[in-house]
């Protein structure tokens, strides 16, 4: 029998660490080849891990909510010495093989030790361990700084991966300063508000991780939002005129996402300058169109997939690729992959019935377009014969920019060629 080292698997592109969400198999258990040994997590998506080998698994170096990088040596299987592992994990092992993980004897610092006395956060038990406190002090960042940085860390720990992040995005928060003790100077007030009576919910991970997403999407990108109707009678009736040839031609159902998403790369290729994200004080315009679809899960947490290289795609492969994110997502099965490289993101806040919404911008992109509801409206329509009203397909378009990097006459173009393509479909298009 020979010892068999199960290594944490790349699980996708930039992914360099995964928490443990749970064990399905315990010391002492055997365990067949492809059969699942443990889940994880990275960023939004979990994902079931499989061995490599069958066997009878002898070590469990981790227990559920630690944080793991790639390649660390996770679990120990004994096998048989006449089975050996899979081509997949023989190659991977090499480029994988780090040193052994040495356990960390110093004990966290509370940042009360360390703070100045002025310095005041609104989570009082806030523990940064040594190697926070030596990457702090490497790169100058002052405690005031330090507190504001995101943590995603277990209990809302500060991991080192959220400092290099937040280095990585030109510290946002590089100026934060100390409290004032002016008695003129503004202070945010502590209310102790009456929260009231009633159920209890506690956030699952993806909300809180939501939740931290959104108010940092907020406090780093000032938004402002421009809105345009569009007329899109023309797009409803060739759709509805041929959703049923279209599924019996190419077997996927047709509905108005890929319609949106070939209308909005098409804009992103007129205006590639929302296609961007912000890096300090550079733009990087990024070659790729990537369009992410929010999308709502069965547990009502938001997920973004991600349709790449859109603008290069025709209907039939706009439509397959959407239909097979959707159900993913409607199935729980969406991969790291599935969500990573987005560019420009749209959302659908018609679905819900909504007559238009003011979306916050999917960081680190700089733009997020919302559709509203398409509704049937009288217009007063220009003729031949003058002024005259009709009932048309009307649609509200909401783009919520980043006004560090996108100005009005971008933001405001931009949204106005969507709505132009969406107001000239041609309604002979053949499918």
Known sequence: MSKFEFKMPKLGESITEAAIITWFKNIGDTIEEDEMLLEVATDKVDSEVPSNVSGVVTEILYKANDVIKIGETVAIIKISDDVTPTKIETESRSALEIAPMKKKTSRPIPI???????????????????????IAKEH??????????????????????????????GRPFKFAQAISQDPTAYRIPQLNFDKGLGKVIEMDRMRQMIADHMVYSKHTSPHVTAYVEADLTNMVIWRNANKVAFQEKYGE??????????????????????????????IIVKEDVNIGMATALPSGNLIVPVVKNADTKNLKALAKNVNELSNKARENNLKADDIQGGTFTISNVGTFGSVMGTPIINQPEVAILALGIIKKRPEVMTTEKGDEIA?????????????????????????????????????????
């Open 112 to 134: 009360q030790q360390l703070a100045s006395p002025s310095f005041s956060t609104s989570n009082s038990n806030i523990f940064y361990s040594p190697l926070i406190i030596k």
């Open 140 to 169: 100058h960042i002052s405690f005031e700084e330090l507190a504001r940085i995101p943590a995603s860390g277990n209990e809302g720990r500060l991991r080192k991966s959220d400092v290099f992040n937040y280095l990585g995005e």
């Open 253 to 282: 159902r047709l509905t108005f996402t890929p319609l949106f998403v070939e209308a909005v790369a098409k804009a992103v290729k007129d205006f590639p300058n929302i296609n961007a994200s912000v890096d300090g004080n550079t």
């Open 391 to 431: 009932i048309r397909s009307m649609m509200y378009l909401s783009l919520s920019f980043d006004h560090r990097v996108v100005d009005g006459f971008l933001g405001g173009s931009f949204v106005r060629r969507v709505a132009d393509y969406f107001e000239q479909f041609d309604m002979n298009r053949k499918i």
